[in-house]
C-alpha cells in the first residue's frame, strides 16, 4: 500500500494505482472523458489534469501512479484552471444541439459543463462538422458530437476483440470510423452506446423515443442466455424502452451483450398474445379469462379421462422463470404426467439419469476468466454466451491457451492456442484423441473401460498439444457448448470431455441452453427427476423432448414454445401438435404455427411484466419483479398456474406471491450441491452419426428476441442454418 | 574554423562515398571498438566529457541517455535514429544524409554496441526521397565493406542497420510517435512514462537520438571528449550545425562552435539582403520563441544563452526575417502548420492548433477583433503543458511571442484592417 494525500485526506491507495482510481476509491471525484475503468488508458481528453506537489506542469490523474508522499490537490487554483480549459477546448466545436440529443440528460460532458464550462463562448470561427456514419441497426452516429475519447475504438480493441472502429485522419481532420465502411458486427457492440460519453454513438432502436428524465429504472435480470446478466429497465408509460447493464463485477462487469440489451424490442411485437383466446370450429376467439380457463380445463379432463394421463406430454421453454416451470411441473404431475422437458434441443438423452443437479459451469464466472487453458467443445462461445466469451477472451489475453473441438469453425475474436474442426460424426474421436494423448503423457492409469474404448483412436499432433496445454495448466476449464447439447452422442462427449477434465485437473463446465436451464433442472421440469429429489430420479421417466413427438401424445401443453423454432425436428413436432387432441399454449405470442396447432392460449407475461427467478450457469439464484403491468388481459404465468392447479383441484396451490412458490422450491431442495461430480462409468463410441445439428442462430433463441427487429438485420442474425462439414 | 564534425567530407570529392570517409579516418573508431571490445562505460564516460547533447531540439545529454538504457537486462535492444526532420526552419539532417551517410552510420553501430542494440533503424522523413537513396546507397556500402552484420570483421559483434521512409507527417519526429510508426501504427505519441529506454520499440528497450548527435559520435571518439567540448563552450560542448534560412544572402547549413555569436553566423551567411534591416530572428525552428534583431545581435549560439534571452536553440534553425516581414502573415502561417500538423490525440492541442490559426488568420485578412490578442494568449497559455507530447507546446510558443514582442503590428492590423509594413 502506497500512503498519498488527495485534497488534504490522506490514504492508501494500492501499488501501481493510478491517482484516479485511489480518487474514486475514496469518493473524490476526478472529472473524465477518455478514462474509464475496464479499458486502457489515453489519457488524451486531458480532463482529469490535477495538481500534484512538485510537478510543474498539471498531470492527468487517469496516467499518474500514486507515488510514497504524493500530495495531490484536485481543487486548486492549477487544477481547476487545467480542467476548465480543457473544457473550452472540448466545447468550441461541440454542437449546442443538446434539446435533440439523445444523450441529453445523461450526457457526462453537458454534465461536466455545468461545473467546469463558460457562461458563454469566446469561439467566433466556424464549428467542425463530421458526416455521419451508418454503421448498422444497432448504433446510431451524429459524428459531429464526438470527442474524440477513443473509448469506442478502445472498447472494440480490448473488449470486443474485433477491431472495427478507428480514429482515421489527424488533429482536427480525426475522425472515428469504420476501417473500411462497414456495419459493426461484435456480439457486444452496443456496450460502446454507454461508453460514448457524449452522443456521437447512441442506440438506434431508442432514438428519440423518451428522454433520460422521464424514465424510472428498474432492476432486473437479462432472461436470454445462462448467463443472467443483470441489468436496468427503463420504463415510461408502462413501457419498457430500453435496456441498459447495471454493474455486477461477479457476472457482466459492466456489459451487457446486445441480445439482452435490443431484445426488448420483441416485447411489443405485432403478434404479442394480449387476450385469452380460444378455437371452436377452427376459428379463434377473444374470450374471458373464466371462459378460456373453463375450456383449457374441460378440454384436458376430457382428454386425461379419454387417454389417461400419460398421454399428456408438456414442452417449457428453458427461458422461462423457475417459479413458472415449477407450479408447471407440479400442475402435470399432479394431473399424473411425468412427461414434461425443457431441453427442446437435445437428441441424446440416454446419461440423464447420471447428470448432475443440474448444469453446470464448474466454477464462477469470475473463476472462467482466470484460467489458464480452456478446452471448448462444441461451443459457439462468444455468440452464444457473449459475457461468458469475454470472460475467455480476457483469460487468452493473459496468456490462457483456448482451444476447441467443434463441428463448425465459428469465427471468434480470441486467439486460440489450437483449433480441431471435425464433422459431427468426428467429434467423439476428437476428444477420445486428447483423452488419448493425455493418458500417453501423463502414463496415469486409465480410468475403467477407457483402454479398450481408445484402443483404436488414433492420436494427432493437435491432439497432443491440447493435452499438453491442459496438463501443464493450473487451472484449466473444460467446457461443453451448447452444440455439444445438441450432440447426438452427447452423453458419449459429455463422457469423455469428463475423463479429459478429471485427467488434467480441470474444472469441466456446461454451458446450457436459454436463460434458465439450470432453473428447469432444479424445479423438475425434466421427465425423471421432481424438485424434491433433484440429484435422484424418479422410478418411472416420463417421456422427454423427444420421445413425447417420436410417440405423439393426444394432448400437450407448451409453455413459451414455439414449435417450429424450438424444436430439433419442426417437422416432427408441428406435425404431432397438429394431430393432437388437445393443445393448451401458454405464451406470449401468437404465432401462425401456434396458432395452428393450439386449441386455447392463455397469454402470459413475459419476464418483465411478472416477478420471477433465473438460476444462471453458476447457480446463482436471481429474483427480480415486474416492472411493468401485464398488457392487456395477460397475467403473470406463476398467478395462471395456480388458478389452473386450484381448478383442477390439485392440492398445494394457495400461494400469495411468487416468492411463496420460489421459497417452497428451496426448501424442498434443501442444499444444492455445486457440482459436476458423478461416479465413473464408461461411455462407448457410437461410431455412425449421420444425423446434422441444427446451428441455433444466436437471435433465435428465444420467442422474445426472435421479435426484436433490429437485431434480426445485424450480420449475425441469419437465420436456421445446417452447416455440413 | 567551420565545417569539420558532421561536414567533415564536404570539401571533397563524392564526400558521400565510403571510400572518401575512410580515407579521412572513417570507420576506424568503429574498428577499435570491435578490436579492442571497448567498455561502453568508457564510450558513455567519453561522450559525458564532450558535453554532447541532442541535436534534435531537446538537448538532452547524450552520455546520459545512453546510460540510462538497462545494462543487466538480457534481450533485444534497439538503437533508432530519428531523422524525420520536419520542423519549419531545419534541413540540417538531411544534408548529412546526403553528404555523410557514413558518419551516420559509424556512429549508429558505435551506440548499438555501447547500448547492447544490434538491430538500428534510421527513419527518414517522408519527403526525403534523394537522402534516403544515398543512405540506403551507403548501407549497401557498409555492408559489403563488412562493417555491418553479422560477426563484423571477425569480432562476434553483429549489428543490422535499417532505414525507413516516413510517410510526411511532422509528428513522427516526436520519438514515440516515430517509434509508433515504425511498428506500422498511426503516428500518435505514447504517454510517458514509461520512457523507451524501458518501453521502447515494439515494448523492448530503446535509444532515440537525433542524426546530427548521432553523426558527431565517431569524431567524438577519435579526437577526445575534451576536444569536442572546447570547440563549443562549458556544458554546450561540440559544433552545432545552424540552417540559417529566410532573408539571409546565403542561406545554408553552417557547422560553426557552440556559442557562436549570432552576428557572426549572420555573417557567414552573407548578412541579410541589400538594404534591408534585420527585424527578428527564430533562432531554433518555428516552435521557438521568436526574438527581435536588438536581443539576437547581443546572444551567442549556444543552448543557455538562447535560453536566458527568452528563446531556445532547439533544432539550430534559424530563420532570419528583414523588414519587409509582416509579422501577422508569418505568424499565421507558423500555426496554420501546427494546425495541420496535430495529431488530434489530446483535446487543448487539436482543438487550440484550429483555433489559434483561424483566429490569428482572421486578423492577418483584417477582420480581427480588439480583444482577439488577448484571447489568443490566454488560449495558448490553456495548450501548454498539458499535452502528451511537445507539439502543444510548439504549437502555443510562437503565438505568445510573437505578440509579446510585435503586439503593435498585430494591434494595426485589428485596428486598421491592414498590413502596417506595407502600408
Request: contains cysteine; proline residues 4%; charged residues 20%.
Amino acid at each position: 500500500m502506497i500512503n498519498i494525500e488527495i485534497d488534504g485526506l490522506k490514504i492508501e491507495a494500492q501499488d501501481g494505482a493510478m491517482l484516479i482510481e485511489a480518487a474514486d476509491e475514496v469518493g473524490i471525484s476526478i472529472p473524465r472523458f477518455c478514462y474509464h475503468k475496464k479499458l486502457s488508458v489515453a489519457a488524451n481528453c486531458r480532463m482529469c489534469l490535477v495538481d500534484v506537489e512538485k510537478a510543474a506542469k498539471p498531470l492527468p490523474a487517469c496516467a499518474t501512479p500514486v507515488t510514497e508522499g504524493m500530495k495531490v490537490f484536485t481543487q486548486s487554483q492549477k487544477a481547476i484552471s487545467a480542467q476548465k480549459g480543457v473544457m473550452e477546448f472540448l466545447l468550441i466545436n461541440h454542437p449546442l444541439d443538446c434539446p435533440i440529443c439523445d444523450q441529453g440528460g445523461e450526457c457526462d460532458l453537458q454534465d461536466l459543463a455545468v461545473g467546469y464550462g463558460g457562461g458563454e463562448t469566446r469561439y467566433s470561427e466556424n464549428k467542425r462538422v463530421v458526416k455521419n456514419k451508418n454503421i448498422g441497426s444497432l448504433i446510431a452516429t451524429d459524428m459531429t458530437r464526438c470527442i474524440h475519447c477513443t473509448r469506442c475504438v478502445r472498447f472494440g480493441e480490448e473488449i470486443a476483440g474485433v477491431r472495427e472502429l478507428g480514429a482515421i485522419g489527424r488533429g482536427e481532420h480525426m475522425e472515428i470510423g469504420t476501417y473500411v465502411a462497414s456495419t459493426i458486427s461484435s456480439e457486444l457492440s452496443g456496450n460502446m452506446i454507454d461508453l460514448c460519453p457524449v452522443g456521437a454513438l447512441t442506440s438506434k432502436p431508442f432514438r428519440y423515443s423518451a428522454r433520460n428524465w422521464e424514465m424510472q429504472r428498474h432492476p432486473s435480470i437479462a432472461g436470454h442466455d445462462c448467463v443472467g446478466s443483470n441489468i436496468d429497465l427503463d420504463v415510461r408509460d408502462n413501457n419498457i424502452m430500453r435496456v441498459v447493464p447495471r454493474e455486477n463485477e461477479e457476472i457482466n462487469e459492466t456489459w451487457i451483450s446486445d441480445r439482452d440489451r435490443f431484445s426488448y424490442e420483441g416485447l411489443n411485437s405485432k403478434d404479442r398474445l394480449t387476450a385469452p383466446m380460444i378455437k371452436q370450429s377452427g376459428e379463434w376467439q377473444r374470450v374471458s379469462w373464466d371462459t378460456a380457463l373453463a375450456f383449457a380445463l374441460n378440454g384436458v379432463k376430457e382428454l386425461v379421462g379419454r387417454h389417461g394421463a400419460e398421454h399428456l406430454g408438456t414442452l417449457v421453454s428453458p427461458s422461462a422463470t423457475l417459479e413458472e416451470m415449477y407450479l408447471l411441473q407440479k400442475l402435470v404431475r399432479g394431473l399424473g404426467s411425468s412427461n414434461i422437458d425443457h431441453r427442446v434441443r437435445q437428441l441424446d438423452f440416454s446419461d440423464q439419469n447420471r447428470a448432475p443437479a443440474f448444469p453446470y459451469l464448474g466454477q464462477s464466472i469470475e473463476s472462467l476468466g482466470q484460467s489458464d487453458a480452456v478446452l471448448l467443445v462444441g461451443a459457439n462461445i462468444t455468440k452464444d454466451q457473449p459475457i461468458l466469451g469475454h470472460r475467455v477472451r480476457q483469460a487468452a489475453l493473459f496468456g490462457a491457451k483456448v482451444m476447441c473441438v467443434n463441428s463448425v469453425d465459428y469465427k471468434v475474436n480470441m486467439p486460440l492456442a489450437e483449433k480441431l474442426i471435425t464433422d459431427v460424426a468426428g467429434m467423439e474421436a476428437a476428444l477420445a484423441g486428447i483423452l488419448k494423448a493425455l493418458l500417453n503423457m501423463n502414463k496415469i492409469a486409465a480410468p475403467s473401460g477407457i483402454d479398450q474404448l481408445l484402443h483404436s483412436v488414433s492420436i494427432s499432433a493437435t491432439h497432443e498439444k491440447m493435452a499438453a496445454n491442459l496438463s501443464k495448466a493450473s487451472h484449466g476449464s473444460v467446457l461443453l457448448g451448447l452444440s455439444a447439447a445438441s450432440h447426438p452422442a452427447y452423453s458419449t462427449l459429455y463422457a469423455l470431455a469428463e475423463c479429459i477434465a478429471e485427467l488434467s485437473g480441470a474444472k469441466l463446465g456446461s454451458l446450457s441452453l436459454g436463460a434458465n436451464s439450470a432453473g428447469a433442472w432444479l424445479s423438475g421440469a425434466v421427465p425423471h427427476r421432481t424438485a424434491d429429489s433433484a440429484s435422484s430420479n424418479q422410478t418411472s421417466a416420463g417421456l422427454n423432448a423427444i420421445q413425447m413427438f417420436t410417440a405423439p401424445r393426444k394432448g400437450y401443453f407448451l409453455f413459451g414454445i414455439e414449435p417450429e423454432f424450438d424444436s430439433v425436428d419442426p417437422v416432427v413436432t408441428t406435425q404431432s401438435l397438429k394431430d393432437a387432441e388437445f393443445v393448451v399454449a401458454f405464451s406470449s405470442y401468437a404465432s401462425t404455427v401456434l396458432s395452428d396447432v393450439a386449441n386455447v392460449f392463455l397469454p402470459i407475461s413475459p419476464y418483465t411484466e411478472t416477478s420471477g427467478t433465473f438460476v444462471n450457469v453458476e447457480g446463482r439464484w436471481q429474483s427480480f419483479k415486474g416492472v411493468v403491468s401485464p398488457q392487456e388481459d395477460t397475467r403473470p404465468a406463476w398467478k395462471i398456474l395456480r388458478v389452473l392447479g386450484n381448478l383442477f383441484e390439485l392440492k398445494g396451490f394457495d400461494y400469495m406471491s411468487s416468492i411463496e412458490v420460489r421459497d417452497e422450491l428451496k426448501k424442498c431442495l434443501g442444499d444444492i450441491k455445486l457440482s459436476n461430480k458423478r461416479a465413473w462409468l464408461c461411455p462407448e463410441l457410437s461410431g455412425n452419426i449421420s444425423e446434422q445439428i441444427v446451428e441455433i442462430p444466436i437471435y433465435g433463441a428465444d420467442a422474445i428476441t426472435r421479435r426484436a427487429v433490429s437485431l434480426s438485420i445485424t450480420p449475425d442474425a441469419t437465420g436456421h442454418t445446417i452447416v455440413m462439414n | 574554423m567551420a565545417n569539420e564534425i558532421c561536414f567533415r567530407t564536404l570539401n571533397h570529392k563524392e564526400p558521400w562515398a565510403l571510400s572518401t570517409y575512410q580515407s579521412l579516418g572513417g570507420y576506424e573508431q568503429w574498428k577499435r571498438i570491435l578490436k579492442k571490445k571497448t567498455p561502453p562505460q568508457e564510450i558513455i564516460n567519453e561522450l559525458k566529457e564532450s558535453a554532447l547533447r541532442g541535436r534534435g531540439g531537446a538537448g538532452f545529454p547524450t552520455g546520459l541517455k545512453w546510460s540510462f538504457m538497462p545494462r543487466n537486462v538480457e534481450g533485444q535492444k534497439y538503437i533508432v535514429c530519428n531523422s524525420d526532420e520536419g520542423e519549419p526552419g531545419t534541413f540540417k539532417d538531411r544534408d548529412i544524409l546526403r553528404y555523410n551517410p557514413h558518419a551516420l552510420i559509424e556512429g549508429m553501430a558505435i551506440a548499438g554496441y555501447t547500448i547492447g542494440a544490434n538491430v538500428g533503424y534510421n527513419y527518414i522523413r517522408g519527403e526525403f526521397r534523394e537522402p534516403y537513396t544515398r543512405f540506403e546507397n551507403a548501407l549497401k556500402e557498409a555492408r559489403a565493406a563488412g562493417l555491418l552484420g553479422k560477426n563484423i570483421l571477425g569480432s562476434g559483434v553483429d549489428f543490422e542497420l535499417h532505414s525507413q521512409l516516413g510517410a510526411g507527417a511532422y509528428i513522427c519526429g516526436e520519438e514515440t510517435a516515430l517509434l509508433e510508426s515504425l511498428e506500422g501504427k498511426k503516428g500518435q505519441p505514447r504517454f510517458k512514462p514509461p520512457f523507451p529506454a524501458s518501453y521502447g520499440l515494439y515494448g523492448k528497450p530503446t535509444t532515440i537520438n537525433n542524426t546530427e548527435t548521432l553523426a558527431s559520435v565517431p569524431m567524438i571518439l577519435e579526437k577526445g571528449g575534451k576536444w569536442f567540448h572546447e570547440l563549443g563552450k562549458p556544458n554546450n560542448g561540440g559544433t552545432k550545425l545552424f540552417s540559417v534560412s529566410g532573408h539571409v544572402q546565403k542561406p545554408g547549413n553552417y557547422e560553426v562552435g557552440m556559442g557562436t555569436p549570432f552576428s557572426e553566423l549572420l555573417k557567414l551567411a552573407g548578412g541579410v539582403r541589400e538594404g534591408r534591416r534585420l527585424k527578428a530572428v527564430i533562432p531554433g525552428g518555428s516552435s521557438t520563441p521568436i526574438l527581435p534583431a536588438d536581443v539576437m545581435m547581443d546572444v551567442t549560439m549556444d543552448y543557455d544563452a538562447l535560453s536566458k534571452a527568452g528563446s531556445m536553440l532547439g533544432a539550430g534553425s534559424v530563420i532570419v526575417m528583414d523588414d519587409s516581414t509582416c509579422m501577422v502573415k508569418a505568424l499565421a502561417r507558423i500555426a496554420h502548420f501546427y494546425f495541420e500538423e496535430s495529431c488530434g490525440q489530446c483535446t487543448p492541442c487539436r482543438e487550440g492548433t484550429g483555433w489559434l490559426s483561424r483566429v490569428i488568420h482572421r486578423i492577418e485578412h483584417g477582420e480581427g477583433k480588439s480583444t482577439d490578442l488577448d484571447m489568443l494568449v490566454d488560449v495558448s497559455k490553456r495548450i501548454e503543458g498539458r499535452t502528451i507530447c511537445a507539439l502543444g507546446d510548439a504549437a502555443a510558443m510562437p503565438v505568445v511571442s510573437f505578440i509579446k514582442h510585435f503586439r503593435d503590428e498585430f494591434q494595426y492590423h485589428i485596428d486598421h484592417k491592414r498590413c502596417m509594413v506595407s502600408a
